[in-house]
């Protein structure tokens, strides 16, 4: 074979490679650019909270402005203020905390705009939280209020300390008891059973040979 023959040849194999690497490419990067299934894209709302969250828990809170209302309080107080209003969202954190922490939670949003709202319109703190009492019940609260039969989730945990405490006083004397006893029984022990004159005679012999 001539070499201009087999130069030919190279070069028409080569122009047929870079053909199909063409046509292959679209393929190839179609592969590339279209995901698998199992790799698609977490749904919407969802959270890394350890708790299942309802984002459709709000409710409106809002009352009418007080006549020339004016803000009852400055935005520290407000976020002190929000600390003590539960997330409806069911991730037990308070309306601040869930706010500034977990940004996928929809609802501590909506309650702090209403706890804005009612700032804004010259409601006090103890008016604040009545008014999320009325629309969400006992549980807007972090701490249930101090009357009726919540004093029993106050006093139960208390008495129930005290009470061990008290059991435990109880057990320590007991053993210290027990164990005085034991020591007064060997004390008495020994008194009731002095040495045997065998003894004595060995101690005796045993102090002459030390002399």
């Not at 039969?149 to 139960?156: R, T």
């Amino acid at each position: 074979m001539r070499r201009r023959d087999f130069l030919s040849r190279v070069a028409l194999g080569g122009t047929a490679l870079g053909g199909a690497a063409i046509v292959a490419a679209p393929r190839l990067g179609g592969q590339v650019v279209t995901p698998p299934t199992g790799d698609a894209a977490p749904a919407q709302g969802t959270t890394s909270n350890l708790f299942d969250m309802n984002q459709e828990a709000a409710k409106t809170v809002r009352r009418p402005a007080k006549p020339g209302a004016v803000p009852s309080m400055t935005d520290e107080v407000r976020d002190a203020l929000e600390h003590d209003i539960r997330c409806q969202c069911g991730c037990t954190l308070d309306v601040y905390t869930c706010r500034t922490t977990d940004f996928s939670c929809q609802v501590s949003p909506a309650m702090h705009r209403d706890v804005m709202s009612l700032v804004a319109g010259g409601h006090s703190a103890q008016e604040i939280l009545d008014a999320f009492v009325q629309t969400y019940g006992e549980r807007a609260l972090m701490s249930p209020k101090r009357e009726g039969f919540n004093w029993a989730g106050y006093l139960v945990p208390s008495v129930a300390l005290a009470a061990g405490a008290a059991g435990l006083v109880v057990v320590i004397r007991g053993m210290q008891r027990r164990t005085a006893a034991i020591a007064a029984e060997r004390r008495g022990d020994s008194l009731l059973n002095p040495a045997t004159p065998e003894e004595h005679a060995r101690l005796q012999a045993a102090i002459r040979r030390d002399d």
